[in-house]
T-cell receptor, first 115, second 114 residues
Framework: EAQVTQNPRYLITVTGKKLTVTCSQN?????MSWYRQDPGLGLRQIYY???????DKGDVPEGYKVSRKEKRNFPLILESPSPNQTSLYFC??????????????FGPGTRLTVT | AQSVTQLDSQVPVFEEAPVELRCNYS??????LFWYVQYPNQGLQLLLK??????LVESINGFEAEFNKSQTSFHLRKPSVHISDTAEYFC????????????FGKGTLLTVNP
């Protein structure tokens, strides 16, 4: 089954304790992206990656890091989480060839609470 | 730069009534348009999309949206809603040449009351 998986689904942590949210896709997609969803703000892009070793900032990159060492994985790293990073996070992927390249597939989401 | 405006943050309706969720976008180049739905405590699901061809697109559960280039709109409609349609709906756009960036509107919460 084609899918994007994220782990963990729920996480409660404390300010300053480094954490990683994993994202993996099994569709051989080149493009991957991270979003955060906050009430009244919709989804905003944090980082994206066009392919292995190619990453770039989205609209709200402050406080986050990413890496793309393998095509299927795109982890999101919070080196020193703060309460304003409490949010619902989504990973997404898509191909980059043809019309299907504009449709993104989303993971189930990770609800992060930073106290 | 591309942007999306969803004109209503909340839309309450009664069951079996028609509904329209409005979406306007801005972009100077060709666009690809999407509606995603998020049911309570769930992730995002693609509801329907416009990539090319017919400007009227339909979903399997009775929703439809029409791409109107002159009005830069992609409104979502359903002639008769059910309680189970209660969800948040997000309009999104990708512009050609935007590095596949998907820009979302802020969402419209559709609440269907009995």
């Amino acid at each position: 089954e084609a899918q994007v998986t994220q782990n963990p689904r729920y996480l409660i942590t404390v300010t300053g304790k480094k954490l990683t949210v994993t994202c993996s896709q099994n569709m051989n997609h080149e493009y991957m992206s991270w979003y955060r969803q906050d009430p009244g703000l919709g989804l905003r892009q944090i980082y994206y990656s066009m392919n292995v070793e190619v990453t770039d900032k989205g609209d709200v990159p402050e406080g986050y890091k990413v890496s793309r060492k393998e095509k299927r994985n795109f982890p999101l790293i919070l080196e020193s989480p703060s309460p304003n990073q409490t949010s619902l996070y989504f990973c997404a992927s898509s191909g980059t060839r043809g019309m299907g390249s504009y449709e993104q597939y989303f993971g189930p989401g990770t609800r992060l609470t930073v106290t | 730069a591309q942007s999306v405006t969803q004109l209503d943050s909340q839309v309450p309706v009664f069951e079996e009534a028609p509904v329209e969720l409005r979406c306007n976008y801005s972009s100077s180049v060709s666009v690809y348009l999407f509606w995603y739905v998020q049911y309570p405590n769930q992730g995002l699901q693609l509801l329907l999309k416009y990539l090319s061809g017919s400007t009227l697109v339909e979903s399997i559960n009775g929703f439809e949206a029409e791409f109107n280039k002159s009005q830069t709109s992609f409104h979502l409609r359903k002639p008769s809603v059910h309680i189970s349609d209660t969800a948040e709906y997000f309009c999104a756009v990708v512009s050609g040449g935007s590095n596949y960036k998907l820009t979302f509107g802020k969402g419209t919460l559709l609440t269907v009351n009995p």
